[in-house]
């Protein structure tokens, strides 16, 4: 198997470029990164001169660099190493995103470029040089807000923000890619993820630091909002099973079954964590914020097979010892410019 991961730097990336590495070390990874604030090579660093992986900083909106690199030039042009001409990749897997829904809410134009133009030129790329799988991973969000039961695949494309409007326009180009050029394209919707390596911005981590430096933690509304929470590996097992037996023009849907308000998970991080729940403060709601998500997962089950293995306790008590073992990987991250982006949307709410 020959991969080009894209946003192989950031949160899902990190976790999935490790757990191919563990469970097929046989298998080429390229990985495309732009390395905007949310990729950080730190992250890869073990792994980051091992043969068969290779990073290559560039953006997926970029045709020149896409096409080089699906068709193997790349490699060829920037290495002596004769064995490397084959290393023209057959799967592409899309992480690469603008993922931060407030973010998108403050400036919706690099969602379009990354996530709807970056796909588009990922997906002609892909059916220039024949790609034999083409994985692009997508989000529970794109269906919307439900308040009792659950989106199937089925089910209509009702995104809230621009994040999500962004995220079913790339699903809906992949689909057309599918139907017009026989492009081998599968669509993965996951849940909400939480694990090590996820930048400090969203909810779990950002609660987690912000308590361990006794600093209030923000919660929108009134923190009933439901998410459904799925451990990072779970989803980067599912992916894997994806790649190798997903059908082509299909979409799974992927859920931990775990749903849970958002005071349910601070109040039990602060538990875990030994500090008091008056670190909650509550503050100005998310415009347009979705008040719950739930997936039907029955596709991606009996067809192939998958089926989440963490129950989110154990996956919370996983994330919350990382993020302590690493305090100097999320330290540097709060330090920086993230710090400064942080005050001014924090101060505004
Ligand atoms: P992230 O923000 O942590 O990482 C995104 C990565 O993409 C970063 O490394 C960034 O540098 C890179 N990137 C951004 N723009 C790029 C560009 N134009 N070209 C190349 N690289 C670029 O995001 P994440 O949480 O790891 O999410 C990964 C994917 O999974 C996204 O597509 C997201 O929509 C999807 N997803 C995330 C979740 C979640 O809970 N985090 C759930 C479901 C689906
Ligand atoms: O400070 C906060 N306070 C708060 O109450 C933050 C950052 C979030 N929230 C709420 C909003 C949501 O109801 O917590 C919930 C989770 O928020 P995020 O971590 O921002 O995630 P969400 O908006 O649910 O989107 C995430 O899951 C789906 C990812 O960011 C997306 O990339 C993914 O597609």
Same mark, same amino acid.
């Given at each position: 198997m020959k991969l080009l991961v894209? /946003? /192989? @730097?950031g949160f899902i990336g990190t976790n999935f470029i490790r757990h191919i590495r563990q469970e097929h070390p046989d298998w080429q990874m390229t990985n495309l990164d732009?390395? $905007?604030? @949310? /990729? *950080?090579l730190e992250n890869l660093k073990e792994i %980051? &001169? %091992? !043969? /068969?992986y290779r990073f290559v900083k560039g953006d997926i909106a970029d045709r020149k660099i896409v096409d080089a690199l699906l068709s193997g030039e790349y490699f060829a042009a920037n290495?002596? =190493? !004769? *064995? $490397? =001409? &084959?290393? =023209? !990749?057959?799967i592409v897997v899309n992480f690469a995103a603008e993922s931060h829904v407030d973010r998108s809410i403050l400036d919706a134009s690099p969602f379009i470029e990354t996530n709807v133009k970056g796909t588009q030129v990922l997906l002609e790329g892909a059916k220039k040089h024949g790609v034999q799988r083409f994985i692009q991973v997508s989000t529970d969000e794109v269906y919307g807000s439900i308040d009792r039961g659950r989106f199937t695949e089925e089910s209509t494309l009702s995104p809230s923000s621009p994040y999500s409007a962004s995220k079913a326009a790339a699903d809906l180009l992949c689909l057309a890619y599918f139907k017009t050029h026989h492009l081998p394209v599968v669509i993965t919707r996951c849940t909400n993820n939480l694990g090590p390596y996820q930048f400090p911005e969203k909810l779990i981590p950002l609660a987690i630091t912000n308590a361990l430096e006794d600093k209030p933690i923000p919660i929108y509304g009134d923190g009933l909002n439901v998410r459904d929470w799925i451990f990072v590996d779970d989803h980067c097992k599912a992916l894997d099973v994806v790649i190798q037996k997903g059908k082509p023009g299909e979409v799974y849907n992927v859920g931990g079954g775990n749903e849970k308000t958002n005071l349910d998970i601070i109040r039990k991080l602060l538990e875990l964590l030994n500090? !008091? %729940?008056?670190l909650m403060q509550f503050v100005t709601d998310r415009p347009a914020h979705d008040r719950r998500y739930a997936l039907d997962c029955a596709r991606i089950s009996t067809e192939l097979g998958w089926k989440p293995a963490y129950s989110f306790e154990k996956a919370l008590s996983a994330t919350v010892d990382w993020y302590l073992k690493n305090e100097p990987w999320w330290r540097s991250i709060k330090s920086g410019e993230y710090a400064r982006y942080y005050e001014e949307m924090y101060l505004k709410r």
């Open positions: 894209t /946003g /192989g @730097a732009k390395l $905007t604030y @949310a /990729g *950080n %980051q &001169d %091992q !043969p /068969g290495s002596l =190493r !004769p *064995n $490397t =001409r &084959d290393l =023209r !990749p057959s500090k !008091p %729940q008056s």
